[in-house]
């Protein structure tokens, strides 16, 4: 089976930096996603790791580390719209399914 | 961007009826399509893999006579929740991925349908 492994919440202040760890155990590992999701909605895709190191685009940074089975979302310079869930999923096996950890509960204050 | 449609958005039925929920590839073709359910609060859990022209796979606890997934072309997929319970009460997202030959990566979600069941 898998294991995917999230804060629950986290709390941070605008215009401030946070880091959201994910561990993860799987068989089969492809790739590491993280996305964004306000109540209500979807997800939306924010980035994708399948090689070690650190993925930039602009201000979410995503790192990856398979022999850890550890990953992180950076978001730098946050603004009071980041406030969502963030979610991190691993894809894996042959069908390249994706299974989302619990999600991380992100709040900004002023 | 690639766009994938749910039908319907939100659905409200009695319990014992059943529901049908689609999930529309609009500009792709889509080999793979999976399901989705979240509770409140909750992150999302798969439910099964929808492969077109073949039997989904199912997760386990799922069970696969309650939830019927019909994956009958390259841009439609459907999960048909059988005589539905309160606790199916959920919010159910599909995603697609499109064919073999793009980044193996991509995968395109759907914008949910909210299911009440009274």
């Known amino acids: 089976g898998q294991n995917i492994d999230q804060p629950t919440e986290m709390t941070a202040t605008e215009g401030a930096i946070v880091q959201i760890n994910c561990t993860y155990q799987t068989s089969g590992f492809n790739g590491l996603f993280w996305y964004q999701q306000h109540a209500g909605e979807a997800p939306t895709f924010l980035s994708y790791n399948v090689l070690d190191g650190l993925e930039e685009k602009g201000r979410f940074s995503s790192f990856l580390s398979r022999s850890k089975g550890y990953s992180y979302l950076l978001l730098k310079e946050l603004q009071m719209k980041d406030s969502a869930s963030y979610l991190c999923?691993?894809?894996?096996?042959?069908?390249?399914?994706?299974?989302f950890g619990t999600g991380t509960k992100l709040q900004v204050i002023p | 961007g690639a766009v994938v449609s749910q039908h319907p958005s939100r659905v409200i039925c009695k319990s014992g009826t059943s529901v049908k929920i689609e999930c529309r590839s609009l500009?792709?073709?889509?080999?793979?399509m999976f399901w989705y359910r979240q509770f409140p609060k909750q992150s999302l859990m798969l439910m099964a893999t929808?492969?077109?022209?073949?039997?989904?796979?199912?997760e386990q606890g799922v069970e696969k006579d309650k939830f019927l997934i019909n994956h009958a072309s390259l841009t439609l997929s459907t999960l048909t929740v059988t005589s539905a319970h309160p606790e199916d009460s959920s919010f159910y997202i599909c995603?697609?991925?499109?064919?073999?030959?793009?980044?193996?990566?991509?995968?395109?979600f759907g914008p949910g349908t909210r299911l009440t069941v009274t």
């Open positions: 995603s697609a991925r499109p064919q073999p030959g793009t980044e193996i990566h991509e995968q395109y």
């Open positions: 999923a691993v894809q894996s096996g042959g069908y390249q399914k994706v299974t």
């Open positions: 500009d792709f073709q889509a080999t793979t």
């Open positions: 929808s492969n077109e022209g073949s039997k989904a796979t199912y």
